[in-house]
Structures are given as structure tokens and as C-alpha cells.
T-cell receptor
Framework: ETGVTQTPRHLVMGMTNKKSLKCEQHLGHNAMYWYKQSAKKPLELMFVYNFKEQTENNSVPSRFSPECPNSSHLFLHLHTLQPEDSALYLC????????????FGEGSRLTVL | TQLLEQSPQFLSIQEGENLTVYCNSS?????LQWYRQEPGEGPVLLVTVVTGGEVKKLKRLTFQFGDARKDSSLHITAAQPGDTGLYLC????????????FGTGTLLAVQP
């Protein structure tokens, strides 16, 4: 298994659907992250978990709900999304704190109709 | 709000040419990282610089961190088609978890 695995790679959902994105890291890292990558905008940090505890919520709307059951798994639960939420959602993990390298997954491409 | 502006936004060059990408901010960062992202992939770390004025070389890539730790540059010598991708700078706050602020990105295309 490669370092950080995200599923599904592509997701199309209606505004009333409920779906989840999954991320799994096989690197033994302590911290996991969700980032949003939209066209013409910088990568936006959404959530940070360190040792399963949420340490950062970057003013993300409540229609995005993260879950971190253990240090290896991270979910992003999606409900009643808007078309402007269509983006590439990237999961990452890191071992060290300050100045540590982020290891990214390949991303989940989300389209909200 | 901390912002990292990259320039240029887009760059299309011929194989063998040299180029420089800039990453500028009004904020001070404890570290500066550069990532490259290829289509359909997540970003991959190229380098981390932590000391003002630091210069690091990675084969044909030269990275510099500004003296005041507010800006950085990436210079590529004799670009190759394999250098094609989205280059992202990212500033670190030095906190317990690595909360990075990413730059606006530079999309590089190297034509053979």
C-alpha cells in the first residue's frame, strides 16, 4: 500500500445527498489534515487532527463533518453541499510538528450538482 | 490573514531554458516549503528551508529563503519536460502541528 490513500477518487453528488470521503495513511504519522483545492485559489486548510484530536477547524461550514477514529484513518462526511463546494479534496499526514513534511494522497475530485 | 503570492501564475517555456518562480508575503514564516503537483496527483515535497538567507540545491533546482523569512524563490536550470507541473510554496508557522499556508501556485509547462 502506498503512503496516503484516498477513496473515492471521483464523486458526483446532488445537493441533498450524504456521502463520505475516506483517507488512510500507512506511514505511522501522528497528524492528519484535510485540504480543499479549488481552481484559481490556494490550497485551503480545513481540518487538522493530532493523535485523533481535532486541533484546527479553519472556519469550515458545518455541512463538512470530519471524523478521525484513529491515527491512521480520517473521514470527511458531506451533507447538503452547494455547487461551490465542488473541488479536489486532499488528505495529508505528517509525523513531526513544526516544519515537517506533509504527505498527500491523490485527492478526491468532488462535483456537486 | 497570511497570504503567499506566487509569480508568475503560468509559465510555458522550451526545454533547456532557465526560469525563476517567486513566492512573496508580508508575513514572516518559520519555514518555507516547496511542493510540486502533477495532474491527478497530490503535491510532493521538494525542499524545506528554515534559515533566513538559506540556499538549497536539488540537482537543477535551486531554492532560496529570503533574509527576512518572508519570501522565497525557486530557480530551475535547463528545464526538462519532466519538470512540468504545479509548483506550490507553503509557509509554516512552527507550531506543534504543521499548519501550512499555501501560495497561489505557478503552473509550469516545459515543451520538448
Amino acid at each position: 500500500e502506498t503512503g496516503v490513500t484516498q477513496t473515492p477518487r471521483h464523486l458526483v453528488m446532488g445537493m441533498t445527498n450524504k456521502k463520505s470521503l475516506k483517507c488512510e495513511q500507512h506511514l505511522g504519522h501522528n497528524a492528519m489534515y484535510w485540504y480543499k483545492q479549488s481552481a484559481k485559489k490556494p490550497l485551503e486548510l480545513m481540518f487538522v487532527y493530532n493523535f485523533k484530536e481535532q486541533t484546527e477547524n479553519n472556519s469550515v461550514p458545518s455541512r463538512f463533518s470530519p471524523e478521525c477514529p484513529n491515527s491512521s484513518h480520517l473521514f470527511l462526511h458531506l451533507h447538503t453541499l452547494q455547487p461551490e463546494d465542488s473541488a479536489l479534496y486532499l488528505c495529508a499526514s505528517s509525523q513531526d510538528g513544526a516544519n515537517g513534511e506533509l504527505f498527500f494522497g491523490e485527492g478526491s475530485r468532488l462535483t456537486v450538482l | 490573514t497570511q497570504l503567499l503570492e506566487q509569480s508568475p501564475q503560468f509559465l510555458s517555456i522550451q526545454e533547456g531554458e532557465n526560469l525563476t518562480v517567486y513566492c512573496n508575503s508580508s508575513s514572516v514564516f518559520s519555514s518555507l516549503q516547496w511542493y510540486r503537483q502533477e495532474p491527478g496527483e497530490g503535491p510532493v515535497l521538494l525542499v524545506t528551508v528554515v534559515t533566513g538567507g538559506e540556499v538549497k540545491k536539488l540537482k537543477r533546482l535551486t531554492f532560496q529563503f529570503g533574509d527576512a523569512r518572508k519570501d522565497s524563490s525557486l530557480h530551475i536550470t535547463a528545464a526538462q519536460p519532466g519538470d512540468t507541473g504545479l509548483y506550490l510554496c507553503a509557509g509554516g508557522d512552527g507550531g506543534a502541528t504543521n499548519k501550512l499556508i499555501f501560495g497561489t501556485g505557478t503552473l509550469l509547462a516545459v515543451q520538448p
